[in-house]
C-alpha cells in the first residue's frame, strides 16, 4: 500500500517534467522544497534583469522614468535614421545646417518653421541627403535622416553625428555667450 | 507517510490542470549554455503564435532599435552588421532564405547597453511595422541591463508572430576581435527557441 502511493505520488511529480509545462514544473518544485524534498531547485535567473514596474507607464504608453531617457532611442527602418535632439526645432535647425555646410555638402536647400523642417544636400558624388525634423516639444525635436534612394545606416549614423557634435558645440557658445552677458 | 499524501494530492491536481489548460504558457524563461562575453544571461521568449512556418520561407530586415549612451562610443552601423551576419547565419540554418524585398518575415531587433527599454516602447516603436494594438499580452517589462530583442513579424498581416530576448550584464572590455563571436552566440541562444521551445 505504501509503496504504491509512494509511485502515484512521484508518477503525479513527474507529469510536469515530461509534458514540459514550466508553470506546473516550478510550482511542482516549490511546494516539494516547502514540504522537505530537498535536492531541487528552481530557476530564477532573468528576474533581477526583466522587473515589473507598470506604475511607470502611463495611460499613453509613455513612459515616465528617467531612466529610459538617459539614452536616446535611435531607429532605423526602411532607409530612415530616426533619432530625437533634446533641443528646440530652431536650434537644431541651424545645427542641422551647419554642420551640413561643415560636411562641404553641396545644394543645401530647405525650409522651417515653429512645428517642421526639411533640408535636402548633396555628397560630392551627388549622392541626396534628406534631413526632417519636427517640433515635439520645446525642448525636443525629431529628425529623420535618408542618404540616398534606398538609405543608408553607416552613412546616416555619421551624418547624426555631425549633428550631435554641432549641437553641442552650439550649447557650449550659448551658455559661453549667456555668461559673458552677465 | 503525510507528506506523500501531500505529494500524491497535489500531483492529481496538476494533472488536472495539464489536462484541462493544455499547459498553455506563453512566457518561457531559459538559461543560455554558454556565453562568452555576458555574464548573468537569461534568455526570455515573450510571444510565440501556433504554427509559424519556417522551412522555404524567406526574411527581411524590419526595425532596428538602440539605446545606447553616447558615452560608450558604440557605432550602430557596425553593431547592425554583428547582428544581421548573426541572424542570417541563424536563420538560413533553420531553412530560411534572404529576401531583400516582399519578404515572408520582417525581423527586427532592438538594443539596449547601459539602458532600459520597456515593452511598451518597444510596441511604440514598431507602429509602423505592426498593424493595430498588438495580440500579445502586455506584461508590465523594463528589459534592463543589457538587452537584444528579437522579433519575427508577418509582413502582410503586419502581425507579431515570435518576441525573444536575451538579457545579460555585457562585458565592457571584451576585445573587438571577439566581439562577433560574442554577438554570434548571443544571437544562437535566442533563436533556437523559433519558432517553438
Known amino acids: 500500500m505504501k509503496k504504491n502511493k509512494t509511485y502515484i505520488a512521484l508518477t503525479g511529480a513527474m507529469l510536469p517534467f515530461l509534458t514540459g509545462c514550466g508553470i506546473v514544473r516550478i510550482t511542482v518544485l516549490s511546494v516539494a522544497a516547502v514540504i522537505g524534498l530537498a535536492g531541487y531547485a528552481v530557476y530564477k535567473t532573468g528576474e533581477g534583469a526583466v522587473t515589473g514596474v507598470k506604475k511607470f507607464v502611463s495611460k499613453t504608453g509613455q513612459v515616465a522614468s528617467g531612466t529610459s531617457k538617459a539614452a536616446g532611442t535611435i531607429l532605423f527602418f526602411k532607409g530612415n535614421f530616426k533619432t530625437e535632439y533634446p533641443y528646440g526645432i530652431r536650434f537644431v535647425w541651424i545645427s542641422v545646417n551647419t554642420a551640413c555646410s561643415n560636411a562641404m555638402f553641396t545644394d543645401i536647400k530647405g525650409s522651417v518653421d515653429a512645428l517642421s523642417g526639411s533640408l535636402t544636400a548633396k555628397t560630392r558624388t551627388g549622392t541626396e541627403i534628406k534631413i526632417s525634423l519636427k517640433n515635439v516639444e520645446s525642448n525636443l525635436t525629431k529628425a529623420s535622416i535618408r542618404y540616398g534612394v534606398k538609405g543608408n545606416m553607416a552613412e546616416s549614423e555619421k551624418i547624426n553625428n555631425f549633428i550631435v557634435s554641432e549641437l553641442k558645440l552650439m550649447q557650449i557658445q550659448a551658455v559661453q555667450s549667456h555668461s559673458t552677458t552677465k | ?197
Open chain 2, 1 to 197: 507517510m503525510k507528506h506523500l499524501k501531500l505529494i500524491a494530492f497535489i500531483s492529481i491536481l496538476m494533472f488536472i490542470t495539464v489536462a484541462i489548460s493544455g499547459c498553455s504558457q506563453k512566457k518561457s524563461v531559459f538559461k543560455p549554455d554558454n556565453t562568452p562575453g555576458l555574464t548573468q544571461p537569461s534568455v526570455h521568449v515573450q510571444v510565440i503564435k501556433e504554427g509559424i512556418p519556417v522551412k522555404e520561407t524567406t526574411f527581411g530586415w524590419g526595425m532596428s532599435m538602440f539605446r545606447i549612451p553616447e558615452k560608450y562610443g558604440i557605432s550602430l552601423a557596425t553593431l547592425n552588421t554583428r547582428i544581421t551576419t548573426s541572424l542570417t547565419k541563424e536563420l538560413t540554418a533553420k531553412g530560411m532564405r534572404f529576401k531583400a524585398d516582399a519578404p515572408d518575415y520582417y525581423i527586427s531587433y532592438a538594443v539596449a547597453f547601459g539602458a532600459e527599454i520597456h515593452e511598451v516602447e518597444l510596441d511604440n516603436a514598431y507602429r509602423d511595422l505592426l498593424k493595430g494594438h498588438l495580440e500579445h499580452e502586455q506584461s508590465d517589462l523594463f528589459y534592463k541591463q543589457g538587452v537584444m530583442i528579437i522579433d519575427v513579424v508577418e509582413r502582410k498581416e503586419k502581425t507579431l508572430l515570435w518576441r525573444g530576448a536575451i538579457l545579460a550584464q555585457p562585458d565592457k572590455n571584451w576585445p573587438e576581435e571577439r566581439k562577433q563571436e560574442r554577438c554570434d552566440t548571443a544571437v544562437h541562444e535566442v533563436i533556437k527557441y523559433f519558432p517553438k521551445p
